[in-house]
């Protein structure tokens, strides 16, 4: 009988784990979010520089997920935190980028983070039924890239003009979502 109660315990603390970890990837979300949209009149390098940061932050935290709740979020955790922190690394190393290069990193990284937060998604369903928010998340941001793609191509000057504002409400969407998400987990734990 007592071993039951051991599983439970063990999954309600990996929930409850998870939560904490999910909440702070909405804070991060939100603040660099606000950042973006509310002081957009930064200069280009303080933006590459403020989102290199941001994805090395949010890579470790994935990584960190990945590496106490393997069986709550699954490889995809790994993956996607590998590919934030190399993104990170690189326009931090090379803040000169132009912003089309800039915005070609956020359209790979929310295309990539928005299948493997659908992958992670499949995961998390194993330990809270009906859990539809990190699929929701993973669906805004594949909208989001192909969207934020469509503008480069057909009018790149336009994309760069609005790049930094459209990232920070992307943000900010999303961080709510994981804020709501990590309380849902807390509530299952």
Not at 50 to 57: A, D, E, K, R, V
Not at 117 to 139: P, Q, S, V
Not at 166 to 172: H, P, R, S
């Amino acid at each position: 009988m007592s071993e039951p109660l051991n599983v439970n315990k063990t999954r309600n603390n990996f929930l409850n784990k998870a939560g904490n970890f999910t909440l702070w990837r909405g804070i991060l979300l939100i603040l660099f979010g606000i950042v973006a949209f509310f002081w957009s009149g930064l200069t280009l390098e303080a933006l590459i520089l403020t989102f290199g940061c941001f994805l090395l932050i949010d890579g470790i935290i994935l990584i960190i997920m990945y590496a106490k709740h393997r069986s709550v979020w699954g490889s995809a955790s790994l993956t996607l935190g590998i590919v934030s922190i190399l993104i990170g690394l690189y326009t931090i190393s090379f803040p000169s980028l132009t912003a089309i290069v800039l915005a070609l990193f956020v359209v790979v990284r929310a295309l990539a983070g928005g299948i493997l937060e659908i992958k992670m998604a499949t995961h998390l369903r194993k330990h809270i039924n009906d859990e539809i928010l990190l699929i929701l998340n993973g669906t805004i941001s594949i909208i989001f890239a192909l969207v934020l793609l469509v503008i480069l191509v057909t009018h790149p000057t336009f994309a760069l003009l609005i790049l930094v504002e459209v990232m920070g409400l992307y943000a900010i969407c999303l961080g709510i979502i994981f804020i709501i998400l990590a309380s849902r987990l807390k509530k299952h734990a």
